[in-house]
């Protein structure tokens, strides 16, 4: 074969790949969608969710408010996150919940602590195939957060 046929058939065959794959990439879900795919869950879970007016569901659980952060534009990002669950006052309590937060993420997989000014912040971060795979990882989210919330608190209730 001629090496500028070759060259062609390959660009070809390289062009038809690309297309193939473009092609199968799936195309973000709207806002509205997935917050319908963790509303219907949590309902079902027996939790009473809620979209708030930052268009993130929230839900209660023993007495604290949980987040699922919606990205549309990133749709295979799942974020479930625990805001402001330790009041932080003063200098003195920073530097400790800085310690505290370390510990915690030091012994808690994938669910990480973070320190503000104010207040300290848990957060459970992964990728997912399909946003609704996240039902299957949803009590161990839930599990390792709280887990790294106790952490935390425990580190803060030392002495």
């Not at 003195?92 to 207040?119: C, D, P, S, W």
Request: glycine share 6%; net charge positive; charged share 25%.
């Amino acid at each position: 074969m001629h090496r500028n046929a070759r060259l062609f058939l390959i660009g070809l065959l390289l062009t038809g790949c690309a297309t193939s794959v473009r092609a199968q990439s799936p195309v973000p879900a709207s806002r509205e969608e997935l917050q319908k795919v963790y509303l219907d869950f949590l309902k079902q879970e027996g939790y009473v969710p809620d979209v708030n007016s930052d268009g993130n569901v929230e839900f209660k659980l023993e007495g604290g408010k949980y987040l699922i952060i919606l990205d549309p534009k990133d749709r295979s990002f799942f974020q479930l996150v625990f805001p402001s669950f330790w009041k932080i006052e003063g200098d003195e309590q920073r530097q400790r919940a800085l310690a505290a937060a370390n510990q915690a993420n030091m012994g808690t997989k994938i669910a990480k602590v973070f320190v503000g000014k104010n207040t300290a912040i848990a957060s459970f971060e992964g990728f997912l195939k399909e946003p609704s795979d996240f039902a299957a990882i949803f009590k161990r989210a839930i599990a390792g957060l709280r887990l790294a919330v106790k952490t935390f608190a425990d580190e803060m209730n030392k002495k």
